[in-house]
């Protein structure tokens, strides 16, 4: 059974554009959950999705956003990308919503420049 | 910001050593998980725990799920090289809540 992938894997942007990152969940899992991972602040929850409804959104500026289709791959959007955005991005995939036993994708390292 | 702690914030042992390290809480948690992140990679769900005094083993690892609710511990036993890693600690205080992370116990074991 294939993991969850996530796309791409590594990312280099400017101040001021946007990005678009990908992720597959395992087959039959219908909740991807986002998270954004740094030195300084470790892993912190962006939103879930389950069945291409937001379920569950974290304290992040609107500037992040994100959606699932009905295939339950999702995409996060960030726009207008600022230094601080400099991250690990990371997926996660879980059969059922909240996501008690999650399984993580390896992530897109994202660098703004 | 980060609701949970974790002690300690690194560990350097010899291998076949046991280790502890916890997971604390101002706040009640329904939830506890834990997780081992190595370099390049996502987390990886070692043990999920539901109830109060809940003792669940992995293999060489097992965790506690603390009986007032505010905390968790996790062991591994004979530690071995490839159990270098992070290992973070998460909870969630509901079932409608998002899963909260610690900051982690970096874990590096001396051959």
């Known amino acids: 059974k294939a993991g969850v992938t996530q796309t791409p894997r590594y990312l280099i942007k400017t101040r001021g554009q946007q990005v678009t990152l990908s992720c597959s969940p395992i087959s039959g899992h219908r909740s991807v959950s986002w998270y954004q991972q740094t030195p300084g602040q470790g892993l912190q929850f962006l939103f879930e999705y389950f069945s291409e409804t937001q379920r569950n959104k974290g304290n992040f500026p609107g500037r992040f956003s994100g959606r699932q289709f009905s295939n339950s791959r999702s995409e996060m959007n960030v726009s207008t990308l600022e230094l601080g955005d400099s991250a690990l991005y990371l997926c996660?995939?879980?059969?059922?919503?909240?996501?008690?036993?999650?399984?993580f994708g390896q992530g897109t390292r994202l660098t703004v420049v | 910001g980060q609701q949970l702690n974790q002690s300690p914030q690194s560990m350097f042992i010899q291998e076949g050593e046991d280790v502890s390290m916890n997971c604390t809480s101002s706040s009640i948690f329904n939830t506890w998980l834990w997780y081992k992140q190595d370099p390049g990679e996502g987390p990886v769900l070692l043990i999920a725990?539901?109830?109060?005094?809940e003792l669940t083993s992995n293999g060489r690892l097992t965790a506690q799920f603390g009986i007032t609710r505010k905390d968790s511990f996790l062991n591994i036993s004979a530690s071995i090289p490839s159990d270098v890693g992070i290992y973070f600690c998460a909870g969630l205080r509901t079932s409608y809540d998002k899963v909260i992370f610690g900051p982690g116990t970096s874990l590096s074991v001396i051959p």
């Open positions: 725990l539901y109830k109060a005094g």
């Open positions: 996660a995939s879980s059969l059922r919503a909240l996501n008690t036993e999650a399984f």
